[in-house]
């Protein structure tokens, strides 16, 4: 198993040079175990408790790198960097708060529209199309009040009597 950028930079750091060609975990357990062999007093089963527990010894050579003063140098940049990095998403999530969406326009009535609207609302008070308050033909109602309405904008003149004189009369206004 190959080892990783993070082994090798560990183990540089504690002057181990791991990067070589043909350095493998196996010899590097045999380093492990010739360090505990040169002082024996200080690393009693140093070894075999690397042997056994990899995870471990990574963990305690990390923190031995870490604590020379090219370690803490290291350990300086990492903590400036996330510094600068929480800054700039702060920064990027409050531009992206301060940016808002345009909300939609509400749709303004047409002026025909509007006539319309009034026209039926006097249809509907009326009796030409059913009793007041009700509408028994709306086809025929609606019809009236869109031709009404149109012959208005056209400035058509207005009728005799009637249902459409009515309409006519109202939306001249509008």
């Known amino acids: 198993m190959a080892f990783s950028r993070l082994e090798k930079a560990l183990m540089l750091n504690a002057g181990i040079n791991i990067a070589v060609p043909g350095f493998n975990r196996a010899a ?23 042997a056994t527990f990899p995870v471990t010894t990574g963990a305690v050579l990390g923190g031995a790198a870490l604590a020379t003063p090219p370690g803490q140098d290291l350990l300086e940049r990492a903590a ?13 999530l409050t531009d992206l708060t301060r940016v ?26 009326s009796t030409s199309y059913g009793k007041k308050g009700a509408i028994n033909n ?37």
């Open 138 to 174: 709306a086809k025929k109602a609606f019809s009236a009040v869109t031709k009404a309405a149109s012959a208005v904008t056209k400035g058509r003149k207005l009728p005799k009597s009637g249902i459409k004189r009515r309409l006519m009369s109202m939306m001249r206004k509008i």
């Open 100 to 125: 808002t969406i345009p909300k939609a326009k509400a749709r303004t009535k047409s002026k025909f529209n509007k006539m319309v609207s009034a026209g039926m609302k006097t249809v509907k008070a």
């Open 80 to 92: 400036e960097r996330g510094r600068m990095d929480r800054i700039r998403f702060e920064q990027a």
């Open 28 to 50: 590097a357990k045999a380093v492990v175990a010739t360090l505990a062999r040169i002082t024996p007093s200080a690393a009693a089963g140093v070894g075999t408790t690397a």
